[in-house]
């Protein structure tokens, strides 16, 4: 089954798990996040990827160059653990890269969520790093604001973004996925503002395999 047949049944079953008027306000605020064309201002293919400190699982400033150590990679930015289209794409990538028998595959979520030592992630094939405060998201223009009423909405389900984050700003990067090249230039994009859309992981790793023989 491919990932996005996976989150059109999570589409599918959040339909029928959420009121109406909550789903057509999900769907409204995507439209709102489409209208201030983060398409067009986000980093592209060709675009070149500046160096970030981030934090790793055990709460160690990192860079992103010496995570890479100067390797082609994939980047793959997630809204937080709450987020069940994030985590059925993770685990999508996290099987299928088991499933490729490669040795070593470069890949790192990025998320705004702090660290969190109570969440085992030793035997994932990825990296997970915390942006902090969006800065890394910021820098590629995926950062934005959910509305007041959609921070509501997610208070009333739990989601707590700033206490998640450890971030006084209620932010959110929109999911994307990047391929870049050992010099740090993109040569894969996917950006899109509507959450239950991502990349098709199968897609990406071709993409990727194809830098290593460069």
Not at 128 to 142: G, P
Not at 187 to 208: G, H, I, M, N, Q
Request: charged content about 30%.
């Amino acid at each position: 089954m491919y990932l996005s047949e996976k989150l059109n049944n999570e589409i599918s079953r959040q339909s029928k798990k959420y009121p109406f008027f909550i789903t057509k306000y999900f769907k409204n605020e995507i439209a709102r996040i489409y209208d201030e064309k983060f398409i067009e201002r986000a980093f592209k293919v060709g675009d070149k990827i500046s160096d970030s400190k981030f934090l790793n699982k055990n709460n160690e400033v990192v860079t992103l160059s010496d995570q890479r150590k100067g390797r082609p990679a994939i980047l793959s930015f997630y809204r937080g653990s709450w987020c069940a289209f994030c985590n059925l794409e993770l685990r999508y990538y996290h099987h299928l890269i088991e499933e490729s028998e490669m040795d070593s595959i470069n890949m790192f979520a990025i998320t705004p969520e702090a660290p969190d030592s109570s969440i085992n992630t030793d035997d994932l094939h990825f990296s997970i790093l915390s942006d902090v405060k969006n800065q890394f998201a910021k820098k590629l223009n995926l950062v934005y604001t959910p509305s007041w009423l959609l921070q509501l909405i997610y208070r009333l389900g739990g989601i707590n973004l700033k206490k998640t984050q450890e971030n006084n700003e209620a932010e959110l990067p929109i999911p994307a996925t990047y391929v870049i090249d050992k010099e740090g230039v993109i040569t894969f994009a996917f950006v899109d503002p509507d959450y239950t859309k991502r990349a098709e992981p199968s897609l990406v790793l071709d993409e990727y395999k194809k830098l290593l023989y460069i």
